[in-house]
């Protein structure tokens, strides 16, 4: 079992930036990789980016340039950095953590809620 408490969310004006933090706690060493998802109002959750306990990222098209996803020394968080925010950027956003065994089991965090907006 992992658990997942992310934060740092919050009202930003259109440009500026924020940083979103995951701690992880439980079968930390089990993990594979760590990441972050997001939900618009009326829209179906999506990747934004995910990074690998071997350090393979991978982000959406509509963040490449503007966010950095990294994981801290311990490797039990993980953050995202975004910069020039938009307002289409507003939306839930949601920790994710995988497991893969004979199986893949995936956790969530509670959501951070971000508007962008002037």
């Known amino acids: 079992q992992v658990q997942l408490v992310d934060s740092g969310g919050g009202l930003v004006q259109p440009g500026g930036s924020l940083r979103l933090s995951c701690a992880a706690s439980?079968?930390?060493?089990?993990?594979?990789?760590m990441g972050w998802y997001r939900q618009a109002p009326g829209e179906e959750r999506e990747l934004v980016a995910t990074?690998?306990?071997?350090?393979?990222?991978i982000y959406a098209d509509s963040v490449k340039g503007r966010a950095t996803i990294s994981r801290g020394n311990a490797k039990n968080t993980v953050y995202l950095q975004m910069n020039n925010l938009k307002s289409e950027d507003t939306a839930v956003y949601y920790c994710?953590?995988?497991?893969?065994?004979?199986?893949?089991?995936?956790?969530w965090g509670q959501g951070t809620q971000v508007t962008v907006s002037s």
């Open positions: 439980g079968s930390i060493a089990s993990i594979n990789a």
């Open positions: 990074e690998t306990t071997g350090g393979l990222t």
């Open positions: 994710r953590a995988e497991i893969r065994g004979w199986r893949t089991w995936e956790y």
